[in-house]
């Protein structure tokens, strides 16, 4: 349901395109020249899902500041997608890098430091015991291995919406009509039916959850506590206390996966909130943007992964990779945790990340725009919807993809760069008083395009917020 004509888009988009091929020259030949080595010419297929005419090249990236193989310089509102959440290389982290490095990279042993960066993952996220993985996803498939084996139960129970990486079980579809669940046909490669092993239900639907769980079969829900990759979905008043009474009653562990969360406050929303999960699952930023996971866990299931392990024979567990933990990794955590994870950078993102919302929601209160924007802590989305999203469903059923390509290479081709995935943008303990003036800056500007080009309809009516 576009609140816009698809002719003033179609019209924008192609004036976009072309200003983007003629400020990109180097991005646009090094694009050509590495469809001859990568596939899709990026070594990562996800790396081409920016709305540009290819994709941007990287010449260097600090604090809030990406700069392209052109020269053009952004402010980063993207910030790797969360892996850079706390600014691109900030220095306690480059040192620390450096300086392991030359000491050694990995040798299947743990560190010196392996105890402090224990205690400080403690004091940061407030779970007792931890384990470390190279990425959430990896993170989380480990988890969820525990998870059926401590309760012996085989069912998964997640959101519909819900983004926990590569975990193949959660890699499924609620069908809308009848609320089964459903493989999901985006998926290559598919041969095991794990529709079979999950259950779909809609986010913030206290009855559905309990349905789900009132069977007794579900080792464990495995959830962030708001969507954050199905456009931004918080959770309704008192929807976690509830939920997480539900899943103790039920006998369902509760895995709280925090990758994106932590732009809540320090030490995450189930810490700010009080959700005591069995299990956390932080990655991306959690080491600076260095490839590293943890996954915390309660004293008492620490116990009952202890008696799972001992009970089973010797042999690999299918748990744990040999990369995980590496010395280089606890050298990137420890200074992270001690450096980044502060309250003083808390404070400088979320007092930042209010005032970009304010003067997005003022701009789009006096342009008559039926959009809003959704925040958790440093993070927020401007989405092209009247109200804040309830559950998947209601983003689905408001899309609006044409607007959303548009107003990504719209900003981007005046300096200002989003998720390509979504309207998220993400405040950074480097990002200033002027990067936010910059991008309300470009929001004018993209407002005033619209403006130019009236959808024939009439105005649209004014936005309100939930």
Not at 221 to 226: G, Y
Request: hydrophobic share 45%; charged share 15%; proline share 6%.
């Amino acid at each position: 349901m576009n609140d816009l004509a698809p002719d003033t888009l179609r019209t924008l988009q192609h004036t976009e395109r072309e200003r983007f091929i003629q400020s990109h020259p180097q991005s646009m030949a090094l694009a050509r020249y590495a469809q001859q080595h990568y596939l899709f010419g990026v070594p990562l297929h996800w790396m081409r899902d920016w709305p540009s005419p290819a994709t941007l090249f990287v010449a260097q990236a600090q604090g809030a500041t990406l700069t392209c193989a052109d020269g053009v310089r952004y402010a980063d509102f993207c910030l790797g997608d969360t892996g850079a959440m706390f600014g691109h290389s900030p220095a306690p982290l480059a040192q620390a890098i450096a300086g392991q490095a030359a000491r050694g990279l990995t040798c299947m042993l743990p560190a010196t430091n392996a105890v402090a960066v224990g205690e400080a993952l403690s004091a940061t996220f407030g779970l007792p015991m931890w384990q470390m993985a190279l990425s959430a996803s990896d993170a989380n498939r480990f988890v969820l291995r525990w998870a059926r084996a401590i309760t012996g139960r085989a069912r998964l129970l997640v959101f519909d919406g819900c983004y926990h990486g590569a975990v193949d079980d959660t890699l499924v579809d609620m069908d809308p009509a009848s609320g089964a669940t459903l493989p999901r046909a985006s998926m290559l490669g598919q041969v095991h039916n794990h529709a079979a092993f999950t259950r779909v239900v809609p986010f913030n639907d206290l009855h559905a959850l309990e349905a789900a769980l009132k069977q007794g079969d579900v080792a464990c829900l495995l959830a962030e506590p708001a969507l954050t990759n199905f456009g931004l979905v918080p959770p309704a008043p008192g929807y976690w206390e509830q939920a997480r009474a539900l899943c103790r009653t039920h006998g369902a562990l509760f895995v709280c996966d925090e990758t994106h969360t932590i732009s809540t406050a320090l030490g995450g929303y189930a810490r700010a909130h009080g959700l005591e999960p069995d299990f956390m699952v932080v990655g991306k930023a959690v080491a600076g943007g260095l490839p590293c996971a943890v996954y915390g866990f309660t004293q008492a299931v620490a116990d009952r992964m202890v008696v799972a392990k001992n009970a089973a024979p010797e042999g690999h567990s299918g748990i744990g990779t040999t990369l995980a933990g590496n010395a280089l990794t606890l050298a990137a955590l420890q200074a992270s945790l001690e450096h980044l994870h502060t309250a003083t950078n808390y404070v400088h993102m979320l007092d930042l990340a209010s005032v970009l919302e304010r003067g997005l929601r003022e701009r789009i209160s006096t342009a008559g725009r039926p959009w809003t924007v959704t925040r958790l802590g440093a993070r927020m989305e401007l989405q092209f919807m009247p109200h804040t999203p309830r559950n998947a469903q209601d983003v689905r059923d408001h899309a609006q993809s044409d607007l959303e390509a548009l107003t990504h290479l719209f900003m981007l081709n005046r300096g200002v760069l989003l998720t390509p995935f979504h309207s998220m943008m993400l405040v950074s303990p480097a990002t200033t008083q002027d990067d936010v003036a910059r991008l309300l800056a470009v929001f004018d500007e993209l407002l005033d395009a619209l403006r130019v080009h009236p959808d024939p309809q009439g105005p649209a009516p004014a936005s309100r917020s939930a």
